[in-house]
């Protein structure tokens, strides 16, 4: 048997006799398991609830009455974000960000109603997610399992024996390694189990592979810094101390001091400041639901030409609804260029704190995680967009019917009497121009190639750690 | 000798070890930090507030002047709501970035509004901020922890133990006092920071000391919980990695399992509805009454306001005082459910209030955000604050769309009501949210 | 002279089933040194435990200058000095400041010169006075911890194995310090498991074996006890 085996069974034994490391790792392994279950359960109602909710909007938006098609256009449509397959392990930004979008006519409404809000304000430290559990709690059970796994040779004084009988010190690091290693995989084991079920409920083997792959390199680095620390220490208590304050720092503290200096350094205004500046936009426009405002001077007189008419009454459409479509189109240009511009700032937010990556390996696992698993910012992003295609799409699909189905005259007498508002209505059959929605995570591609960079960071932490390793084996011999 | 001269003692014994000296360093830069940023943030959001009331005053003059009913008055012009830190926030930023702290809202459908959330940064929020509470509540007792759990076993350790007990006149006193000076050095370190802070930001002087015994007692709790640790008889044969081991456990279940429990408890036993139904009622209510009869819309809505009975009579199919009528009760439809919403959202603050007290990490940060007037109860005050303002427009503007003046001509007139006639200058008497007192009724208290 | 400056008497102590401390007696007098001898693990330390009151009794009784140590023992820690086997004190400080430190722990005070005429007693050369104490070596934190206990001016000693790692040099200056302390009228207790030491410095030597007193020897008319004879005793239990 080689030394390096030797040593890892031999630490492996030492685990098992000494009751505290086997105990940290019995607890280490449930609680992520149970996390996994919970987090499992919950996710897979939230996502059959979702899913059931969103049918039963686009029902109700179908089964309405025959009706004025401006009026559905107010009357709006539902639309919820189902979760992705792996935020079974990593939600992400979904508790913080609301998971239903209110789409009606000339508006973009914020996503509501957060978990969080509901929430009893008790778990904004921690949470049973196993993402927490992986990325904040393992490294501090790897700590309290390996801070020994030198100094205690040293204090002991087997390791000048096992020196100056001539073992390689590195064959006797990496034994201890592999130990702690192991011990490390062991409580990352439901996450594969979790990662397992997530490919054969229809997320890309690719992805999987790449999520559990990142959280063994988290892992690899954290085994490192511990003995590598306990490698350089002469004394267990000052190891000890040494590593804690590190998990502290790295786990703890970097990651929150990056989401503060984001904020200072790159202060977005609020959305409700923008909204200053985009109504002042909209006020160019004119007001869509008032065909006679003079902003639509220059659109009637295109018009008329075109149908070589006199009056839009003798246009062979209804002109209120070209001027509904006509100013959603410019509204919705307008709109979405701020909306672009304020998730552009978001992003940059995101990029200054996911840059504490290179301070910390667990800002760099959050970042790698949570972009794997479709639960990041960038997609939170891209459900608003679908969203707000949706809407664009349902809203001028009721303008198209508000301009060809309804005659201008009814609709300009509908408000004269009873009967004329009823002749102002088209048929309930025209409410059938909503499109299903369905959001589906990013591709495995996209989200591989925004990820690349935090891989990056646990790779260059990995690198340091084998330099770290060298500098302690040089140390003891 | 006097406790005086072994405080005295000690802290010219402690002054010496380098150790002790590296981490008071970093809980002072900790401390700086999170107040600086505590800051930093209290200022943007107040001078955000300053330039939103600025433009919200001129966006709505310069709609106001283009009206000529007070139906498009109404419908036209939003109102600035907001809830401004108060000068205490910077120590703790509490449920700020969750709740929403500003809106602005018109006379339609309160419901349909007060849920917008002008949200922060979803992943900043995610990641978490860090202020000077967090450093409080979850830091603090991990530095207790690290300062004093080797105070026995490192004597022990080093070969002094016995000598040191042999000699010293009153063990307990020696042990005593060496953690009080490592303690107190610890909390100016944490609290001068704060001071400075409290200082510039003009908090006020009640809420500072507030603040001040909150730590000192959090403090307090974990150096007796260490003390009495490292003095019990299962200490004495564990080495200092095993007893901050164990201690760490105290704080693992403290601080992060106790708080997810009572959490996943609370949820457990308070049914809330599900927002998105408020929201659907609401719409359903208002979107429908376009298609119902008239008498549909004023029967529920004469329920609440009898005044306008006489004076339903519609000249056309559209009329503003029925339009505002149906956003009434639309509101009126989703009432019970949003007050069951409100109501559990404050029985699960209740609940936590009640669970923090086997977690002292999350008690402190419940009181120190109760303090800075940042938590959840802070949020549902200023939400009520929101209803009633809305609550007062309404008030302002029925009697100018009912026409009251012209009502009361018209009942001692025994003649028909004529259109009411429409004056800008009734618009300048307008509530202002920033002078606007809740007059109606106060917001609910749940202590 | 008082004869009961340090008295044993039937100490029971037991660990986990295993009987450490069998029925001990002993008393020590004024101005007398006491060793106890014995091997590895036959209780010696135990005994010293016991009388500095980290370890409790089963039955029998431990008092010094007639308090109990059960009872009184903060009282007594004012009247006794304790010499480790191994003596660590704070390395980041100097030998005069770990003095200064430790008497105020003991509520006395002293002058700088009457520490310094300690420190010359004990013969610690003045060099070291102002270093810090983690480069001394073995003998000079001995040292230190000895000018402590004159400092302390306590009536009673107990020493734990003082001579183990000491060069002969200093334990021959060890030996004629503890004879003077002796004669000045300090009682002294040591355990050590060195024969040849405790003859040459002890009035009376106690021999300990498995928790028992085996053997009581005492000075007769020469300057020391016989070598041989305890030598003798001493070897002869430990082969049994």
Same mark, same amino acid.
């Given at each position: 048997?080689?030394?390096?085996?030797?040593?890892?069974?031999?630490?492996?034994?030492?685990?098992?006799?000494?009751?505290?490391?086997?105990?940290?790792?019995?607890? @280490?392994?449930?609680?992520?398991?149970?996390?996994?279950?919970?987090?499992?359960?919950?996710?897979?109602?939230?996502?059959?609830?979702?899913?059931?909710?969103?049918?039963?909007?686009?029902?109700?938006f179908l089964e309405q009455p025959d009706r004025h098609p401006h009026r559905m256009v107010h009357y709006g449509h539902y639309v919820f974000r189902t979760p992705s397959a792996l935020s079974i392990i990593e939600p992400g930004v979904d508790a913080f960000t609301g998971t239903s979008i209110f789409l009606e006519g000339h508006k973009q409404n914020t996503a509501m109603f957060a978990d969080q809000r509901q929430a009893s304000g008790m778990t904004r430290f921690s949470s049973l997610t196993p993402s927490f559990l992986l990325q904040v709690l393992v490294p501090l059970f790897i700590i309290l399992i390996g801070y020994a796994s030198v100094t205690r040779e040293k204090e002991a004084g087997t390791l000048n024996i096992m020196i100056t009988q001539g073992i390689n010190v590195w064959h006797l690091l990496l034994g201890k390694y592999f130990a702690l290693v192991s011990s490390g995989l062991l409580m990352l084991l439901p996450l594969i189990v979790a990662a397992v079920w997530a490919s054969i409920n229809g997320e890309s083997a690719l992805i999987t592979s790449s999520f559990v792959a990142g959280y063994i390199l988290y892992i690899l680095v954290w085994c490192g810094i511990v003995l590598?620390?306990?490698?350089?220490?002469?004394?267990? *208590?000052?190891?000890?101390?040494?590593?804690?304050?590190?998990?502290?720092?790295?786990?703890?503290?970097?990651?929150?001091? @990056?989401?503060?200096?984001?904020?200072?350094?790159?202060?977005?205004?609020?959305?409700?400041?923008?909204? !200053?500046?985009?109504?002042?936009?909209?006020?160019?426009?004119?007001?869509?639901?008032?065909?006679?405002?003079?902003?639509?001077?220059?659109?009637?007189?295109?018009?008329?030409?075109?149908?070589?008419?006199?009056?839009?009454?003798?246009?062979?459409?209804?002109?209120?609804?070209?001027?509904?479509?006509?100013?959603?189109?410019?509204?919705?240009?307008?709109?979405?260029?701020?909306?672009?511009?304020?998730?552009?700032?978001?992003? =940059?937010?995101?990029?200054?704190?996911?840059?504490?990556?290179?301070?910390?390996?667990?800002?760099?696992?959050?970042?790698?995680?949570?972009?794997?698993?479709?639960?990041?910012?960038?997609?939170?992003?891209?459900?608003?967009?679908?969203?707000?295609?949706?809407?664009?799409?349902?809203?001028?699909?009721?303008?198209?019917?508000?301009?060809?189905?309804?005659?201008? $005259?009814?609709?300009?007498?509908?408000?004269?009497?009873?009967?004329?508002?009823?002749?102002?209505?088209?048929?309930?059959?025209?409410?059938?121009?909503?499109?299903?929605?369905?959001?589906?995570?990013?591709?495995?591609?996209?989200?591989?190639?925004?990820?690349?960079?935090?891989?990056?960071?646990?790779?260059?932490?990995?690198?340091?750690?084998?330099?770290?390793?060298?500098?302690?084996?040089?140390?003891? +011999? | 000798?006097?406790?005086?001269?072994?405080?005295?003692? =000690?802290?010219?014994?402690?002054?010496?070890?380098?150790?002790?000296?590296?981490?008071?360093?970093?809980?002072?830069?900790?401390?700086?930090?999170?107040?600086?940023?505590?800051?930093?943030?209290?200022?943007?959001?107040?001078?955000?507030? =300053?330039?939103?009331?600025?433009?919200?005053?001129?966006?709505?003059?310069?709609?106001?002047?283009?009206?000529?009913?007070?139906?498009?008055?109404?419908?036209? *012009?939003?109102?600035?709501?907001?809830?401004?830190?108060?000068?205490?926030?910077?120590?703790?930023?509490?449920?700020?970035?969750?709740?929403?702290?500003?809106?602005?809202?018109?006379?339609?459908?309160?419901?349909?509004?007060?849920?917008?959330?002008?949200?922060?940064?979803? $992943?900043?929020?995610?990641?978490?901020?860090?202020?000077?509470?967090?450093?409080?509540?979850?830091?603090?007792?991990?530095?207790?922890?690290?300062?004093?759990?080797?105070?026995?076993?490192?004597?022990?350790?080093?070969?002094?133990?016995?000598?040191?007990?042999?000699?010293?006149?009153?063990?307990?006193?020696?042990?005593?006092?060496?953690?009080?000076?490592?303690?107190?050095?610890?909390?100016?370190?944490?609290?001068?920071?704060?001071?400075?802070?409290?200082?510039?930001?003009?908090?006020?002087?009640?809420?500072?000391?507030?603040?001040?015994?909150?730590?000192?007692?959090?403090?307090?709790?974990?150096?007796?919980?260490?003390?009495?640790?490292?003095?019990?008889?299962?200490?004495?044969?564990?080495?200092?990695?095993? #007893?901050?081991?164990?201690?760490?456990?105290?704080?693992? @279940?403290?601080?992060?399992?106790?708080?997810?429990?009572?959490?996943?408890?609370?949820?457990?036993?308070?049914?809330?509805?599900?927002?998105?139904?408020?929201?659907?009622?609401?719409?359903?209510?208002?979107?429908?009454?376009?298609?119902?009869?008239?008498?549909?819309?004023?029967?529920?809505?004469?329920?609440?306001?009898?005044?306008?009975?006489?004076?339903?009579?519609?000249?056309?199919?559209?009329?503003?005082?029925?339009?505002?009528?149906?956003?009434?009760?639309?509101?009126?439809?989703?009432?019970?459910?949003?007050?069951?919403?409100?109501?559990?959202?404050?029985?699960?603050?209740?609940?936590?209030?009640?669970?923090?007290?086997?977690?002292?990490?999350?008690?402190?940060?419940?009181?120190?955000?109760?303090?800075?007037?940042?938590?959840?109860?802070?949020?549902?005050?200023?939400?009520?604050?929101?209803?009633?303002?809305?609550?007062?427009?309404?008030?302002?503007?029925?009697?100018?769309? !009912?026409?009251?003046?012209?009502?009361?001509?018209?009942?001692?007139?025994?003649?028909?009501?004529?259109?009411?006639?429409?004056?800008?200058?009734?618009?300048?008497?307008?509530?202002?949210?920033?002078?606007?007192?809740?007059?109606?009724?106060?917001?609910? =208290?749940?202590? | 002279?008082?004869?009961?400056?340090?008295?044993? *008497?039937?100490?029971?102590?037991?660990?986990?089933?295993?009987?450490?401390?069998?029925?001990?007696?002993?008393?020590?007098?004024?101005?007398?040194?006491?060793?106890?001898?014995?091997?590895? @693990?036959?209780?010696?330390?135990?005994?010293?435990?016991?009388?500095?009151?980290?370890?409790?009794?089963?039955?029998?009784?431990?008092?010094?200058?007639?308090?109990?140590?059960?009872?009184?023992?903060?009282?007594?820690?004012?009247?006794?000095?304790?010499?480790?086997?191994?003596?660590?004190?704070?390395?980041?400080?100097?030998?005069?400041?770990?003095?200064?430190?430790?008497?105020?722990?003991?509520?006395?005070?002293?002058?700088?010169?009457?520490?310094?005429?300690?420190?010359?007693?004990?013969?610690?050369?003045?060099?070291?006075?102002?270093?810090?104490?983690?480069?001394?070596?073995?003998?000079?934190?001995?040292?230190?911890?000895?000018?402590?206990?004159?400092?302390?001016?306590?009536?009673?000693?107990?020493?734990?194995?003082?001579?183990?790692?000491?060069?002969?040099?200093?334990?021959?200056?060890?030996?004629?310090?503890?004879?003077?302390?002796?004669?000045?009228?300090?009682?002294?207790?040591?355990?050590?498991?060195?024969?040849?030491?405790?003859?040459?410095?002890?009035?009376?030597?106690?021999?300990?074996?498995?928790?028992? #007193?085996?053997?009581?020897?005492?000075?007769?008319?020469?300057?020391?006890?016989?070598?041989? $004879?305890?030598?003798?005793? !001493? +070897?002869?239990?430990?082969?049994?």
């Open positions: 048997m080689s030394v390096i085996q030797q040593v890892t069974r031999d630490e492996w034994r030492f685990w098992h006799r000494t009751k505290l490391a086997a105990t940290i790792i019995i607890i @280490g392994t449930l609680l992520t398991l149970v996390s996994g279950v919970v987090n499992t359960l919950e996710m897979q109602h939230a996502s059959h609830e979702r899913e059931h909710l969103q049918q039963s909007a686009q029902a109700q590598a620390v306990s490698a350089v220490n002469q004394k267990n *208590s000052a190891s000890f101390a040494i590593l804690v304050s590190l998990w502290i720092v790295l786990c703890i503290l970097l990651p929150r001091i @990056g989401s503060s200096s984001a904020a200072a350094i790159a202060p977005s205004p609020s959305k409700l400041e923008a909204d !200053f500046a985009v109504k002042a936009e909209l006020r160019k426009l004119g007001d869509g639901h008032d065909a006679s405002d003079p902003a639509f001077e220059q659109l009637k007189k295109n018009l008329l030409t075109k149908y070589n008419v006199d009056k839009v009454e003798d246009l062979p459409i209804n002109f209120r609804g070209t001027v509904a479509q006509y100013s959603e189109n410019k509204l919705t240009e307008i709109l979405n260029q701020f909306a672009e511009k304020r998730m552009q700032e978001e992003l =940059e937010q995101a990029y200054i704190a996911r840059q504490f990556g290179w301070l910390t390996p667990t800002t760099a696992i959050r970042s790698f995680s949570m972009l794997i698993a479709g639960t990041s910012l960038e997609t939170h992003h891209r459900f608003l967009r679908e969203a707000e295609k949706l809407r664009f799409d349902f809203v001028q699909s009721l303008n198209k019917v508000h301009q060809d189905n309804l005659s201008y $005259e009814a609709d300009a007498n509908r408000n004269k009497n009873a009967d004329a508002t009823k002749a102002a209505r088209v048929d309930a059959a025209n409410w059938q121009v909503l499109s299903e929605f369905s959001f589906k995570p990013d591709t495995a591609q996209t989200r591989l190639l925004r990820s690349a960079i935090y891989a990056l960071q646990l790779l260059f932490w990995c690198g340091l750690i084998v330099l770290l390793l060298r500098f302690a084996v040089r140390r003891i +011999s | 000798m006097s406790v005086f001269s072994n405080i005295n003692r =000690e802290a010219r014994f402690l002054v010496k070890q380098r150790y002790f000296f590296a981490l008071l360093t970093i809980v002072l830069l900790l401390s700086v930090f999170s107040v600086w940023s505590g800051i930093s943030e209290t200022n943007t959001q107040l001078s955000t507030i =300053e330039r939103l009331q600025q433009k919200d005053a001129i966006d709505r003059a310069n709609v106001l002047a283009k009206q000529s009913d007070y139906g498009s008055a109404a419908y036209y *012009s939003f109102h600035l709501t907001y809830s401004a830190p108060s000068a205490m926030a910077f120590a703790a930023m509490g449920q700020r970035d969750i709740y929403p702290w500003k809106h602005r809202i018109r006379m339609l459908a309160l419901e349909g509004q007060i849920y917008e959330t002008d949200s922060d940064n979803p $992943e900043l929020s995610f990641l978490g901020r860090f202020d000077f509470a967090f450093l409080i509540s979850v830091l603090l007792p991990l530095f207790v922890i690290l300062l004093l759990h080797d105070l026995r076993s490192a004597e022990r350790e080093a070969g002094r133990y016995d000598l040191l007990i042999a000699t010293a006149s009153k063990q307990q006193r020696l042990w005593l006092s060496r953690a009080s000076v490592l303690c107190a050095a610890l909390a100016i370190a944490l609290l001068l920071p704060f001071v400075i802070g409290a200082i510039i930001m003009q908090a006020p002087l009640v809420s500072t000391l507030q603040v001040i015994a909150v730590t000192l007692g959090h403090i307090l709790f974990w150096m007796l919980l260490t003390l009495w640790f490292t003095a019990s008889k299962v200490a004495v044969k564990q080495s200092s990695a095993q #007893i901050a081991s164990v201690l760490l456990a105290v704080w693992l @279940g403290v601080a992060v399992l106790v708080p997810v429990v009572s959490d996943i408890a609370i949820d457990e036993m308070v049914q809330s509805p599900n927002g998105g139904e408020i929201v659907l009622t609401q719409r359903e209510g208002v979107n429908d009454a376009w298609d119902l009869p008239f008498a549909d819309t004023w029967a529920p809505f004469i329920a609440t306001h009898p005044q306008w009975k006489n004076n339903t009579e519609m000249s056309s199919q559209f009329e503003w005082k029925w339009y505002y009528a149906f956003q009434q009760v639309g509101d009126q439809k989703a009432a019970a459910l949003s007050t069951a919403y409100r109501d559990a959202t404050l029985e699960k603050n209740n609940l936590a209030q009640r669970f923090a007290y086997i977690s002292p990490p999350m008690l402190a940060q419940k009181l120190l955000s109760s303090i800075a007037e940042t938590d959840t109860l802070a949020a549902m005050k200023y939400e009520q604050k929101v209803r009633d303002y809305h609550q007062a427009l309404r008030l302002f503007y029925y009697p100018l769309l !009912f026409g009251a003046a012209e009502l009361n001509e018209a009942q001692n007139n025994k003649t028909k009501v004529k259109k009411v006639a429409f004056d800008a200058k009734a618009l300048s008497k307008l509530p202002s949210f920033s002078t606007f007192k809740n007059t109606i009724h106060t917001a609910k =208290e749940n202590i | 002279m008082q004869k009961d400056m340090i008295v044993a *008497s039937s100490l029971c102590v037991r660990f986990a089933q295993q009987t450490v401390l069998d029925k001990v007696n002993f008393n020590v007098g004024q101005g007398e040194v006491f060793a106890l001898l014995g091997g590895n @693990g036959a209780g010696k330390s135990t005994t010293l435990k016991t009388f500095l009151g980290t370890i409790a009794p089963l039955s029998g009784t431990a008092t010094v200058m007639g308090m109990s140590v059960s009872k009184d023992i903060d009282s007594i820690r004012q009247k006794v000095a304790y010499l480790p086997e191994s003596v660590m004190l704070y390395g980041h400080l100097t030998g005069i400041e770990n003095i200064k430190y430790f008497l105020s722990l003991a509520d006395i005070e002293k002058s700088a010169p009457d520490i310094e005429q300690a420190l010359m007693r004990v013969a610690l050369q003045k060099s070291a006075w102002c270093r810090p104490m983690s480069n001394y070596s073995k003998g000079m934190r001995q040292k230190t911890a000895i000018a402590l206990a004159l400092l302390r001016e306590a009536p009673v000693l107990f020493l734990d194995e003082p001579t183990s790692g000491l060069d002969p040099n200093a334990i021959d200056e060890f030996n004629r310090l503890i004879a003077t302390l002796a004669a000045d009228g300090a009682t002294v207790f040591m355990v050590t498991h060195d024969v040849y030491g405790a003859c040459q410095v002890a009035h009376r030597i106690g021999l300990l074996d498995n928790g028992k #007193i085996v053997g009581m020897f005492e000075r007769k008319d020469q300057a020391h006890i016989d070598t041989e $004879e305890v030598h003798a005793a !001493f +070897s002869a239990r430990s082969q049994q």
